[in-house]
């Protein structure tokens, strides 16, 4: 998500199949970034490797949220398909530990050795076909990230050190995908006192600068309680 939060990003990876013999395309689609767990790994350690060969980033915000493991997740026939042609048995019983992370997309380049990879709005998802039952796991994962958000401040992993209160607004906007009364709104922000304003504006912009404001972590684990839920 950059500054102008537009979108909610998620990364996605092309899965592509032709056929050796007449060329054709037998599977053109999009799944969930992930990977299978060393023998010797950690599951957390497994999700901080997956997001560093993506994303090159350590020390980011990384939650476990969702496990799946019906057995029928691996039955459609483009995945069966996918996995005889990568030698993997499609009748084994496949378990996914799942992960969600923050990531604020400027100056980060996403890559896969292998793939394609791709920043994609939420939004826009649905009119993707995803492989497996990413689509359910996307759907938990947003249903996960939205009830932290209410109640932890993770949104601040996605602001910069000093932000201003409508870029602020614009990231629950957008990841609620609603609007808030920007009055109602900037209330119940004069109430956290860990939501420090400080003594510096914009520069450089055509409208009227916006003061900065930070986040002060100390003073929030001095007084947590449940925040940020602008729906109410």
């Not at 037998?26 to 994303?55: C, K, P, S, W």
């Not at 939004?123 to 993707?128: M, Y």
């Not at 109602?184 to 450089?204: A, D, S, T, W």
């Not at 449940?226 to 109410?232: A, G, R, V």
Request: charged share 25%; glycine share 2%; hydrophobic share 40%.
């Amino acid at each position: 998500m950059d500054l102008t939060f537009r979108d909610l990003n998620v990364i996605l990876v092309q899965r592509e199949l032709t056929d050796p013999i007449s060329g054709e395309k037998l599977i053109n689609d999009l799944t969930l970034a992930g990977n299978h767990v060393y023998m010797d790994e950690q599951l957390d350690a497994a999700a901080r490797r997956v997001l560093f060969d993506l994303t090159g980033l350590h020390d980011i915000f990384l939650e476990q949220f969702y496990t799946t493991g019906d057995p029928d997740r691996l039955s459609k026939p483009m995945d069966q398909l996918w996995l005889k042609s990568i030698n993997k048995n499609p009748s084994e019983r496949v378990v996914s530990v799942c992960y969600y992370s923050l990531i604020n997309s400027i100056n980060i380049t996403i890559t896969k050795k292998d793939r394609v990879v791709l920043w994609v709005p939420v939004q826009d998802v649905k009119n993707q076909e995803l492989a497996f039952d990413h689509a359910k796991i996307l759907e938990n994962a947003l249903l996960a990230l939205r009830n932290k958000l209410k109640h932890e401040p993770i949104s601040f992993e996605l602001l910069p050190e000093k932000f201003t209160l409508s870029q602020l607004q614009r990231l629950y906007e957008v990841v609620f995908n609603t609007e808030y009364d920007k009055r109602n709104f900037r209330k119940k922000i004069n109430k956290m006192n860990y939501i420090i304003k400080l003594e510096e504006k914009q520069v450089g912009v055509s409208h009227k600068p916006a003061t900065y404001f930070s986040f002060d972590r100390n003073i929030y684990e001095a007084c947590k309680s449940e925040i940020l839920n602008f729906s109410s």
